[in-house]
């Protein structure tokens, strides 16, 4: 970061050589020293597609890691509006089984976009975790009636369906994907 800063000090540095710094907080891997520099980063740029690409990686290796994810809360607390930080946020806590809480973060982002399917079968999925199999359904059926085309999420419902005892239904939406082939 400082040889960086020393550089574009010395003469303006042009949007190419912002995107190739990215690459290189990239390149250092999962470690959550670099998370503060490629938000900064991204915050500099939010209309680079390359250097958003390179803060949404990063984010996604330090949510598997202890201390990616204290990295992230730290952040979250410091820019409660960064939306992909709050997300992130709320999948290390989904990765530590703090379902409540990430239920929670996941409800906040929702208030913010509640069109963002991807973010609605993420949702169901920590509330199937939390054993509301009942909830899941309601919301996995919500999303895929919007349109939401993700196996996955059909195969979910299947799953919720029968641990509800619903397995009439269960086995019509499994013959369903079947169909899809």
Same mark, same amino acid.
Request: charged share 30%; net charge negative; glycine share 4%.
């Given at each position: 970061?400082?040889?960086?800063?020393?550089?574009?000090?010395?003469?303006?540095?042009?949007?190419?050589?912002?995107?190739?710094?990215?690459?290189?907080?990239?390149?250092?891997?999962?470690?959550?020293?670099?998370?503060?520099?490629? %938000?900064?980063?991204?915050?500099?740029?939010?209309?680079?597609?390359?250097?958003?690409?390179?803060? %949404?990686?990063?984010?996604?290796?330090?949510?598997?890691?202890?201390?990616?994810?204290?990295?992230?809360?730290?952040?979250?607390?410091?820019?409660?509006?960064?939306?992909?930080?709050?997300?992130?946020?709320?999948?290390?806590?989904?990765?530590?089984?703090?379902?409540?809480?990430?239920?929670?973060?996941?409800?906040?982002?929702?208030?913010? &976009?509640?069109?963002?399917?991807?973010? +609605?079968?993420?949702?169901?999925?920590?509330?199937?975790?939390?054993?509301?199999?009942?909830?899941?359904?309601?919301?996995?059926?919500?999303?895929?009636?919007?349109?939401?085309? &993700?196996?996955?999420?059909?195969?979910?419902?299947?799953?919720?369906? +029968?641990?509800?005892? +619903?397995?009439?239904?269960?086995?019509?939406?499994?013959?369903?994907?079947?169909?899809?082939?």
């Amino acid at each position: 970061m400082k040889v960086f800063d020393d550089l574009c000090a010395l003469k303006e540095c042009d949007e190419g050589m912002f995107v190739t710094f990215a690459h290189i907080l990239e390149s250092q891997g999962p470690i959550p020293e670099t998370l503060v520099h490629i %938000k900064k980063l991204a915050d500099q740029h939010p209309n680079n597609e390359k250097i958003q690409s390179v803060y %949404k990686e990063i984010l996604s290796w330090d949510i598997q890691n202890a201390p990616g994810q204290q990295s992230i809360e730290e952040l979250s607390k410091k820019y409660p509006d960064d939306l992909q930080l709050k997300e992130a946020y709320a999948q290390a806590l989904v990765e530590q089984k703090k379902y409540a809480d990430a239920i929670s973060q996941m409800n906040s982002l929702l208030a913010h &976009n509640p069109n963002d399917k991807d973010l +609605r079968f993420q949702h169901a999925k920590v509330i199937s975790a939390t054993g509301n199999h009942q909830q899941a359904i309601k919301e996995l059926q919500a999303v895929i009636n919007d349109g939401f085309v &993700n196996k996955e999420a059909v195969i979910m419902l299947g799953d919720e369906l +029968r641990l509800t005892g +619903r397995d009439e239904e269960a086995l019509k939406v499994y013959q369903g994907v079947i169909d899809e082939k």
